[in-house]
Structure formats: structure tokens, C-alpha cells
């Protein structure tokens, strides 16, 4: 059962996604450079955070023309679970993976503090061992991490029940205070806040269970080492 | 550019001939203050660089450090202030991305950024808070885009800075010992430059540096580009993995001159090189230009010819290029052509060892005219002064600073910024407290005990988390050394440095001068800058907040030193008065029985008491668990409230200790001899303090929390 990390040029939380998915969850890892095609036995995918290219141009959107994102819209196709951090999150939104599109906060300014998500979907491969609602410590980091849809499309992503995790509080100017959304089947999920800087208890002192059950949920939708 | 009249004849006695254009310029760039330290090389010998955790290396641009387990850190500390004064957003990043690579070329990874930023009064100078912004955002853009966090610092203001900047970056690297760089080369060898291009940018860089501040040199100013600098970073770890790499040397002031001149004299080679093969940004740079320009994100690397295609291809993935521009050879020559024509030829020793000075120093009249105590005090209430404090520029909280910064990434980071220091877990269990402190008003008025006292400040920082200090990096700023006025106060400092590291055994194991800190307005304060890294062997102190009826334990002498404090300088605006002085007999003591205490794990938190004094250190922690405390200052000292409120003592700890391990704290610090003091308890909603029974300040903990985070931010909006 193998986890595919994408490294992009410029991905700076490919080592620490690595390091809790295999010496944290147990889990079978492997980095793909963004040039490489995808094996056909991944059984999930990891975009991680960072700055791919830099944020040239607009955040994400040069890595979304990677090679090896079509290798990734062909597995998003097939319903493998396919999640996106942060930087990971903006270039499944710019690869069309992900509806909307992540602006600059309104604070303008980069942003590194600790929030609490809400769940708001737990059918997703992520997070279906969590509760509805359930509240979940977490730190967020980014300069263009404000979630922007219109209200067309808002309306689209409630009746599909889309929206993944929203902030507890007003952090950055987010559409409906959105942290993270999924695709129409639930397969693709994207969120801005960094879920494998909170999953370990010596760098989370509020509360790492919450963030765990992200991974513990792809564990319990892919399965474990084997 | 002109060599001074002992140059002039160091060049006669030694070449014999007339230097050609290219070697005038290459002497120029090298033999700068910014590259030579020839005003404080000598000097710079005094201070202890071995240590049992010390590993030495030919030619590392960073101090190395054994952690055990077959892992080892590495350190490096360096400024960018004149840049960052003219151009702060590309000044401070440049600042970053240089010191980075200094971790780099050791082998090791960077995993964490401290800086040191000083400007002028950002309250009422709107060019000191545009240079602020400016540097903060810089920094922020930098070292966020390359994933490595910026987990502490400092940030102060002072009038001594205006229309200036003081740019301090350290970063600390960490990686296997088996895996690094054991700086080498054959003759025959391939020099490879690798990374970005060389263009225009920072050309003269180091000289502009090794002056006053007085025009606006932008060109002198080097661009930043993180994301070539993170390429770098894979690639160059990728190749050292592939074992590609024989030596290796960042390229920084001085550029292609420095680089190739120091590298060829500690690894005793010649190198020739062909200014032809330099990939450049610009088609029409001079080869003189390619010499001494600074562009940014450039590493050279020594690399045997057979290894030479598999590091072309690990650039090739990383789409940065990398050029041969010359060989290894024996003749220990550095020899610059262009196609066929030479354009240098001198010894690289010659060339990497500029003579140096003996420069005469004289104690400054200023100090012999300094007030001792404020003419008239004002009256205002404590509450009020402490108030102020609170919200006073240097003594604010920082997090409008920090939470620009990534601090979270790499996932190592334990203790988080706006703690007394920073902790990162190391891959061997054990982790690692680090801490940078300066305080030039302490070190005006008497630049000796100043500079102690930073460094035993960043030592009680690190001892606050549990750690045992190991080493040090020092970073010492003044202004021109030519002034015999101000070669005094570098010496003073550097012997005050020499004498605490001697006494402390903690090994100095990097550091940087930097001198011409001026502008027209004058030199700056002198400003030594000390970093303290301590490790902890077992778990860091992670500070828990007070609650109610925990006991307040003050360790440490509280003396009459108030000279330099913020309470005279903000609130009187005073500059005068004795400056804190370490006793260094008690400041082992106290250091070794809070490392004790912390170990029997009998404290919830361990708090410094530095800037601003009791007052600020107790308000702060009153802030951190919104509970009040009931001090009594009959138990801090005799002197006046004011005096124990805000003195700046040395070597004080706060403890908070709970009921049930009261005792056995008392019966430790007894058995220890150290001085200390039951002061008050945590209690209530008012930061309060008493003098025998009468209560001399009161003010409510969430004023103080509004005051406290919210002032710097107030002031950067709304000025």
C-alpha cells in the first residue's frame, strides 16, 4: 500500500509529509519527481506544501502544468484518494482538480498561526474517522491561502456537500471561512492548513489526536504497510 | 578604490611588478574590511574556538558542532546591514540567503533562521518603520519560500540606528557527520560554478561595505532569488550524497575572487580559471565585473573529473546551471584569464591573506561624561510606567513579526518564537535551544559589561529550556575602526566575550565583524550580538502557564543597575548610570542549579529576567496565563520599588514553582548557595506589587495582554 509524495522544484514539505506518513502512521511512502510518471499501484497520492516555482506567476500554477499531473488527473478519475496541502491544495485548484481558486490573504501579509478547523464533510478518504464538526488544531501557513468561489459555485459545493473543513474563526478573508474542499466525488481533497505539522504530540502541544485522524483515515480507506 | 600607503608597499615587496586591472580589483575586493578583518583578525585569535563537541575542518565557512549519534549541527552568523539600508526587502533576503549557503557548503541541511534586526525609532521616524517592514517582509519572502524556518531573533529599536539597519541572520544546519564535507582537492579537479547567473548586481558589494553609509549605491545591492537558492540546496545536497563533491565554497562578498583566492589558500592548490566559461546574466559584463560581482545564489565546487557528468546531471533535473570554469593546480596560483590573455596571476595565499592592522584604540571621551542617575525623576505612577513599557517598541511582543515568518516547517520546531529561546528536536532524540541577544544601550555605556551580559543573557536563555550551552557565534558591530574612539569599544567587547567564553568553557565557533556601521549622522552604538546554542539530552522545559497559588521564586542578585535600562532610556529618557555586570561566580551557579531544577522536573516555568526588568519578566508570564500575582519587592531588595522593578540585573531567573515541590526547590537553591528570594504568588486579575505592606503598583492582566501584543502593530499601521 503506497503513498506517491510529488515533489515539485521549489516543494519544502515533502520531507515532513514523508517522514509522518512512514515513521509516524506506518504507512509505505515514496517521492515522485515532477517530471516521472505515477506506477500504476499507488494506492494515494500527496501533493505537498511549498513553494513550487517559487509562486512565479500565481501560486501553483506553473507546477500544475507538470508532466506528472496527468498521471494524477488520471488517478483522481479512477477515485484513488489524491490530498493537497497548501501549496499542494493551489495547484490541484490550478490543475482543474479542485473548484476555485486562492488569493492572497486579506492581511495581506504571510501568515504563520495556529487555528481550528471544523469538520464539515467526514465521507471523504481523509476524513472519515473524524466527527462532524469536531474541531481540529492545526497550523496554517501561507501568503495566498484566502479560498475564493463565486456565489454560483458556493451554492454547488453545499448541495454536494464539498466543503471539507472550514476555520472556526475569521483568519483570512475565505469564501464561507473555507480551509478546504473536495471534488464532486469526494476523492480529491484540498486544504490549506498543514495537517503533518500537527499530527505528532512534541510539535502540537494543544491537542494531536485530531490531526492524526486525517492520516488514520487514509489508513483505514488504503490500509497499512503490508 | 585606492590601497592604503602599507598595502602599496605589501604589494611591492611581495609581486615586483605592476598589478594588471583585474588583480587591482581582485586585492581590492579581498583585501576590503568586509573580507580581510584586517583591522580585527589578530584580535579575533583571543577567543576559545576548541571544546569537547567542537569538530575543526579546512575551509568551513561554518563552526560544526558534534551532537552524538553520528549527528552534528553547524553554525553560522552573519549581517547584511549596509544593503538592508539602502534596499531593506533585498538587503535582509540576500542577508538570508548568504548565511544559508555558509550552512550549506559544510554539507549539512539548513533547518532553522534566527535574525537580529535593529532600526531607528520606528514610533516617530517613518523611514526606520519603512525599513522595518521592508526587512521583516524580506526576510519573511526568503526564508518562507525555501522551507526553513525562522524560529527566533530579536528585534530592537534605538535612535543610534537612524536611517540605518542592523541585519543579522544566523542559521543553524544539521546532518550525519559521515556526510560532511571533508574539503579536499586533486590536481587536475574540475572548478565547477553552480546556480545562478553572474550579472551586475552587488558588483563592489564588499567595499561598498567597508564604508561609511553615506550615498545610495543600489547597484551595490544584491538581488534576491529564493527559488534558485532552493534548487541549490537539493542539488548540492543530491551531489554530496553522490559523493560529487570534493570542496565547496559558498560565493559571497567578494564574490569569484573571494571564493577562488580562500578556497586555493586553505586547500594549499593553484586554480586557473576562464572568466569566458562564467554563465552570465548580462552578455556585456566586464571580466573584472565577473570577478568581484556578488550575484546572489552562486556556490563553487571542487569536483573530480570523473564525477563531473553526474553532477551536470543532478543540475540538469534541478534546471540550475553549472559551469567548469577552471582547474586544480599545483603551482598554489590564482590565475584568472580570459580565453588565451591572462588577466591575473598572483598567489592565492597573497591574494586570501591581506595584511593586516594594528590599529590604535583610545578610551572615548564620552564615557568619561556620563551622568550617573537621572537629574529629576518623573512621578508618574508604576502603573502607568509599567503600562508604557508594555507597550513600548522593544519591549512588545514580536508576533506581528514572527507570524510573518514560517516557523513551523520542517517540522522540527518545539519551542516557537516569543519564548525566552527556541527548541528544535534533532533526529537523535535530543534537541537543541538556541538564542541570539545584543543590547547596545548596555554596551554604550560601558561596552565590556555589555557585551558579557548578552552573552550570559542568550546563556540564561537556553538554560530557561533545559539546555546546556556548547557553543557560540558572535557578531560584532561598530562603527568605523580608524577612530581609535571606536577600536576601543570593539576591543573592550571582545575581550569582555574572550574572558566570559574562557570562564563559561563554551567555545566560540563562528562569528563575523562588521565595522563603518555610520552614516552621517554618526556610528551606531556598538553592537556585539551574541548566539548561544545549548542542548538538551533528554526533554526541553516546555513552559506551562501559571495558575493560581503557584509560587514565584526570583534567583539572582537585584542590584542598582539601571544604567541602559529601558526604564531610564523609554520612560526618562536617561542614557547614563551603572550598566548590569555579571558575576560570574554566580552566574555558574544559578545557570547550573535552574539546569538542575529543570531536570528533577520541579518547575513549571523558568522565565529570564532581562529587558525591563522584574516588572516586564513577571507581567509577561502573568499575560501567558492570564492570572495576576501578589508580589512583595521588600523580598526582591532594599532598594526603592522602581529600582527592583526595573533593574536590569544579570544572572536572574524567575521560577514557577507549584505548592507540593516548594520545598524541595528552596532546599536545592540553599544547598547550591545561591542567592534567592520567595517573592509572591500568582493570584487574581492585577499584575500587583507591594513595598513592605504598601501596594506600589497595581494594573489588571488583560490591560496588560492588549497593551503587550497589540502596541507594535498599532504603531506600524497607524504610526
Known amino acids: 500500500m503506497k503513498v506517491g509524495v510529488i515533489v515539485f522544484p521549489g516543494s519544502n514539505c515533502d520531507r515532513d509529509m514523508y517522514h509522518v506518513l512512514t515513521d509516524v502512521f506506518n504507512l509505505k511512502a515514496k517521492f515522485f519527481w515532477h517530471e516521472k510518471n505515477l506506477p500504476k499501484n499507488i494506492d494515494a497520492v500527496v501533493l505537498p506544501g511549498g513553494f513550487s516555482y517559487g509562486d512565479r506567476l500565481r501560486a501553483g500554477v506553473i507546477a500544475a502544468n507538470s508532466p506528472i499531473i496527468s498521471d494524477i488527473k488520471k488517478m483522481a478519475e479512477k477515485g484513488i484518494p489524491i490530498l493537497g496541502v497548501c501549496n499542494g491544495f493551489q495547484i490541484l485548484v490550478e490543475a482543474g482538480l479542485l473548484p476555485g481558486v486562492l488569493l492572497k490573504n486579506e492581511s495581506l501579509n504571510f501568515m504563520c498561526e495556529w487555528t481550528n478547523l471544523i469538520v464539515k464533510n467526514n465521507k471523504t478518504p481523509f476524513t472519515n474517522k473524524l466527527k462532524l464538526n469536531q474541531k481540529i488544531p492545526i497550523p496554517i501557513a501561507n501568503g495566498e491561502g484566502r479560498y475564493y468561489v463565486d456565489k454560483k459555485t458556493l451554492n454547488r459545493l453545499k448541495i454536494n456537500n464539498q466543503i471539507v473543513f472550514s476555520y472556526e474563526n475569521k483568519v483570512n478573508g475565505s469564501v464561507s471561512q473555507i480551509a478546504g474542499v473536495c471534488n464532486s466525488d469526494g476523492n480529491v481533497v484540498g486544504m490549506m492548513p498543514h495537517p503533518e505539522r500537527a499530527a505528532e504530540k512534541e510539535i502540537n502541544q494543544i491537542d494531536h489526536k485530531p490531526s492524526s485522524l486525517i492520516f488514520e483515515s487514509l489508513i483505514q480507506t488504503i490500509g497499512v504497510k503490508n | 578604490m585606492s590601497f592604503q600607503k602599507h598595502e602599496k608597499l605589501h604589494i611591492k615587496q611581495n609581486i615586483k611588478r605592476n598589478l594588471t586591472k583585474t588583480e587591482v580589483q581582485v586585492l581590492a575586493a579581498e583585501w576590503s574590511e568586509h573580507c580581510s578583518y584586517k583591522s580585527s583578525k589578530k584580535h579575533l585569535r583571543m577567543l576559545p574556538t576548541t571544546g569537547p563537541n567542537v569538530i575543526v575542518e579546512k575551509g568551513y565557512d561554518s563552526g560544526v558542532l558534534d551532537v552524538g549519534d553520528g549527528y552534528v549541527i553547524t553554525v553560522h552568523i552573519e549581517s547584511h546591514n549596509h544593503p538592508s539600508a539602502v534596499e531593506p526587502f533585498g538587503g535582509a533576503a540576500t542577508g538570508v540567503g548568504g548565511v544559508i549557503r555558509d550552512i550549506l557548503s559544510a554539507g549539512t541541511r539548513p533547518i532553522a533562521l534566527f535574525d537580529g534586526l535593529r532600526f531607528g525609532d520606528i514610533e516617530n521616524d517613518t523611514h526606520a518603520r519603512w525599513l522595518f517592514k521592508n526587512a521583516v517582509a524580506g526576510i519573511a519572502n526568503y526564508g518562507n519560500c525555501l522551507g526553513i524556518p525562522t524560529i527566533g531573533g530579536e528585534v530592537e529599536f534605538d535612535t543610534c540606528y537612524k536611517n540605518y539597519a542592523l541585519v543579522d541572520v544566523a542559521s543553524v544546519g544539521f546532518g550525519k557527520k559521515s556526510k560532511l564535507i571533508k574539503n579536499h582537492a586533486n590536481t587536475g579537479d574540475l572548478v565547477l560554478l553552480i546556480g545562478g547567473s553572474t550579472g551586475r548586481d552587488g558588483v563592489g558589494g564588499s567595499q561598498f561595505a567597508s564604508d561609511a553609509l553615506e550615498g545610495e549605491d543600489r547597484s551595490a545591492v544584491q538581488i534576491p532569488d529564493p527559488f534558485i537558492e532552493k534548487l541549490i540546496i537539493e542539488a548540492i545536497l543530491e551531489a554530496r550524497d553522490e559523493k560529487c563533491i570534493n570542496a565547496m565554497k559558498d560565493l559571497g562578498g567578494g564574490g569569484l575572487s573571494c571564493a577562488i583566492s580562500e578556497i586555493a589558500e586553505s586547500l594549499g592548490i593553484g586554480i586557473e580559471l576562464d572568466v569566458q566559461n562564467v554563465h552570465l546574466r548580462e552578455s556585456d559584463l566586464s571580466p573584472d565585473e565577473i570577478m568581484i560581482s556578488e550575484s546572489q545564489e552562486r556556490m563553487l565546487v571542487i569536483t573530480s573529473q570523473k564525477k563531473f557528468s553526474k553532477i551536470k546531471q543532478i543540475c540538469k533535473k534541478f534546471r540550475i546551471q553549472c559551469s567548469a570554469i577552471g582547474k586544480v593546480k599545483k603551482d598554489k596560483m590564482m590565475h584568472v584569464k580570459n580565453g588565451n590573455e591572462t588577466l591575473a596571476l598572483l598567489p592565492a595565499n597573497f591574494v586570501a591573506r591581506g595584511p593586516l592592522i594594528d590599529r590604535p584604540k583610545s578610551k572615548p571621551k564620552y564615557l568619561s561624561r556620563i551622568p550617573s542617575t537621572p537629574k529629576k525623576k518623573t512621578q508618574k505612577p508604576l502603573s ?296 509572591g504568588i500568582f493570584t487574581g486579575d492585577q499584575i500587583m506589587f507591594e513595598f513592605v505592606t504598601k501596594p506600589v503598583l497595581k494594573l489588571r492582566v488583560d490591560k496588560a495582554e492588549n497593551l503587550y501584543l497589540n502596541s507594535l502593530e498599532k504603531i506600524i499601521h497607524n504610526g
Request: charged share 20%; with cysteine.
Open chain 2, 384 to 679: 502607568k510606567i509599567l503600562s508604557q513599557l508594555l507597550a513600548s517598541p522593544n519591549i512588545a511582543s514580536k508576533h506581528w513579526v514572527f507570524r510573518q515568518y514560517d516557523h513551523e516547517v520542517g517540522i522540527r520546531t518545539v519551542l516557537k518564537p516569543g519564548f525566552d529561546s527556541s527548541v528544535l528536536r534533532l533526529d537523535n532524540g535530543k534537541s537543541l535551544s538556541v538564542k541570539i541577544d545584543g543590547n547596545p544601550k548596555h554596551c554604550y555605556l560601558n561596552p565590556r559589561y555589555g557585551a558579557i551580559g548578552c552573552f550570559e543573557e542568550a546563556c540564561r536563555n537556553v538554560v530557561c529550556s533545559g539546555a546546556k550551552p556548547i557553543g557560540m557565534v558572535d557578531h560584532l558591530q561598530f562603527g568605523n575602526p580608524e577612530d581609535p574612539e571606536i577600536f576601543w569599544t570593539f576591543m573592550e567587547s571582545i575581550e569582555g566575550i574572550t574572558d566570559f567564553a574562557k570562564s563559561m568553557n563554551i567555545p566560540c565557533v563562528g562569528g563575523k565583524v562588521s565595522f563603518y556601521n555610520e552614516t552621517n549622522d554618526g556610528p551606531i552604538k556598538p553592537t556585539p550580538l551574541i548566539g548561544v546554542l545549548g542542548l538538551i539530552e533528554n526533554s526541553p522545559l516546555l513552559p506551562t502557564s501559571p495558575t493560581k497559588n503557584d509560587v514565584i521564586i526570583l534567583v539572582g542578585e537585584t542590584k542598582i543597575e539601571l544604567g541602559g535600562s529601558e526604564y531610564y532610556e523609554y520612560i526618562h529618557n536617561f542614557i547614563g548610570g551603572s550598566v548590569p555586570q555579571v558575576d560570574i561566580t554566580a552566574s555558574k551557579k544559578n545557570m547550573k542549579s535552574v539546569l538542575t531544577l529543570i531536570s528533577k522536573k520541579l518547575l513549571k516555568n523558568v522565565h529570564d529576567c532581562s529587558k525591563g526588568g522584574l516588572a516586564i519578566a513577571l507581567s509577561e508570564l502573568c499575560i501567558s496565563g492570564k492570572i495576576g500575582c501578589n508580589v512583595n519587592l521588600k523580598n526582591v531588595s532594599d532598594m526603592p520599588p522602581e529600582e527592583s522593578l526595573f533593574s536590569e540585573s544579570h544572572s536572574r531567573y524567575i521560577l514557577v514553582v507549584e505548592k507540593k515541590n516548594l520545598k524541595h526547590v528552596k532546599d536545592l537553591l540553599s544547598k547550591n548557595k545561591c542567592h534567592f528570594s520567595q517573592i
